[in-house]
């Protein structure tokens, strides 16, 4: 099971779980260092521009919807998944929680 975002982005419902739209993940392939910080430390500047380069290329991707729910659902606590980072996706946790 996992959550979907209404229109507003504010509400949930539950839904049945699929991991079908990976196989479409438009990042098959990319660096995961780009998606994911490094073991070691990572400057302001440069997860920025890291983490643009990776949202750019979800901003393309065809299964950015079902990537972005999954992530919330799950809580994944690193990386860009669906286009956001780990603090973008606990703000929208956070908002559905209030
Ligand atoms: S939305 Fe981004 S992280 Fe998710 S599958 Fe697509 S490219 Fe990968």
């Given at each position: 099971m996992f959550y979907i975002l209404s229109g507003s982005g504010m509400e949930v419902r539950m839904a049945?779980?699929?991991t079908?739209?990976?196989?479409?993940a438009l990042c098959k392939g990319v660096?995961?260092?780009?998606?994911?910080?490094?073991?070691?430390?990572?400057?302001?500047d440069?997860?920025?521009?890291?983490?643009?380069?990776a949202k750019a290329i979800c901003g393309r991707c065809r299964v950015?919807?079902?990537c972005r729910q999954y992530a919330l659902a799950l809580k994944e606590p690193y990386?860009?998944?669906g286009g956001l980072n780990e603090s973008e996706r606990n703000l929208?946790?956070?908002?559905i929680a209030s």
């Open positions: 049945g779980m699929g079908n739209w990976q196989g479409q660096r995961s260092s780009l998606f994911f910080p490094p073991s070691t430390s990572e400057k302001k440069e997860k920025e521009r890291r983490e643009s380069r950015i919807v079902p990386g860009i998944w929208i946790l956070a908002r």
